[in-house]
């Protein structure tokens, strides 16, 4: 009864161990009573055993975007290895691909792992685990940490989108404009272009770091133009996906700079008027009426300021006239002209006059 006893025990533990490592595998225990493993000879034979390349994996990736991880598994033991599938523990961010598979001593499979990111930045994480017949490791697992941050892209800002000025005949100018890069990553600049002759662009493209910005000049020449209103525009070519082409306006005014034209234009119709500076009324012993303008104001000393020209060619800054007509902050100048005003005269019509001084107040 003893022995018989002993030997059912025996053989439930050999059943056990067969039924744990599949019905493809004989494994039998010793008869020593020692645990050790045979193979389907008989043979004494180190049972399977399951090998990870890794323990943990992290992974960076973008917000909404996917990635795989390939994990290597391997039987280093000495009878087949039996993988029984694999699971997850947040199946929000991770799935698994194992196909069932029996590993002979050396073989290896790979463990596809996917990793999603969601909508949110952040770190995510999980394990995967792997089953088999490892008597010793009946599961293995892995732990995947997911570094998942905003998707970096540029964003450009152009100010001013507007660039307004006037200048006289033969005169070039410069005026400029700000490109901001507000996103993530590196702006590209690819092309700052006009099809108008008489702007000049620097820089013509440029790079430029999140949040950095760029100055660009915008060089425009009156030379080849004659009197009037010139309207073009810059238009710039970036990356920025949402924003790849944005256009800045440039208007242009380009007024005379002759004693006969500025004496049409503004002297006559805004200044030499009954009780200003008509010949009849003579205010301040001035008269702008055609005529009279040259004789009475070039390299004559003002009344209200005798240390100042009325018109001191070449220099407009220097001539009483222009500063009377100029806004000056400092208040050095009072009584701004034409004394109706306001409106007082238009940038363009200052500028003719400063150009009209500036090419030394020719009796033109």
């Known amino acids: 009864m003893l022995v018989g006893s002993i030997l059912n025990r025996r053989i439930a533990r050999i059943v056990s161990r067969f039924l744990a490592l599949g019905a493809g595998t004989l494994l039998l225990a010793s008869c020593a009573g020692d645990g050790s493993f045979l193979d389907e000879n008989g043979e004494p034979a180190r049972p399977p055993e399951i090998a990870v390349d890794r323990e943990r ?26 993988l029984d599938g694999a699971t997850v523990s947040d199946d929000s961010f991770l799935s698994v691909q194992l196909p069932e598979s029996t590993l002979e001593t050396g073989e290896s499979a790979q463990l596809a792992v996917m990793v999603t990111a969601g909508t949110v930045p952040g770190l995510l994480e ?7 017949n490892d008597p010793e490791r009946r599961s293995v697992s892995v732990t995947i940490v997911a570094d998942v941050t905003e ?36 702006l590209q600049v690819t092309s700052i272009f006009s099809a108008a002759s008489f702007l000049t662009l620097l820089p013509g493209s440029a790079t430029i770091a999140a949040g950095d910005s760029a100055v660009v000049n915008v060089d425009v020449d009156a030379a080849a133009l004659v009197a009037g209103m010139f309207n073009s525009s810059v238009v710039i070519s970036s990356d920025d996906a949402d ?4 256009g800045v306006d440039v208007n242009v005014t380009v007024t005379p700079a002759r004693l006969s034209t500025i004496q049409g234009t ?23 009426q055609d005529g009279s303008t040259y004789g009475l104001t070039v390299g004559v000393p003002a009344a209200e300021n005798s ?12 001539s009483y006239l222009y500063l009377k007509i100029v806004e000056d902050p400092s208040g050095r100048i009072l009584d701004r002209m034409p004394l109706t005003g306001p409106p007082f005269l238009s940038d363009a ?15 033109n």
């Open 57 to 82: 994996a992290d992974v960076s990736l973008l917000v909404g975007s996917t990635r795989t991880l390939q994990i290597t598994l391997t039987n280093v033991g000495g009878l087949p290895l039996i």
């Open 126 to 132: 999980g394990t995967v685990t792997v089953a088999s």
């Open 151 to 186: 998707v970096l892209s540029p964003e450009i800002d152009v100010s001013p989108l507007v660039l307004t000025l006037a200048l006289a005949e033969d005169r070039m100018e410069t005026r400029s404009f700000v490109i901001r890069n507000l996103g993530s990553a590196p």
């Open 243 to 246: 924003e790849a082409l944005v």
């Open 266 to 288: 503004i002297f006559t119709p805004k200044c030499a008027i009954g009780g200003c500076h008509d010949d009849a009324s003579m205010t301040v012993g001035l008269s702008v």
């Open 307 to 318: 240390s100042l020209s009325r018109i001191e060619p070449f220099k407009p800054d220097s």
């Open 349 to 363: 019509e200052i500028a003719a006059v400063a150009e009209w001084i500036l090419q030394g107040a020719q009796d």
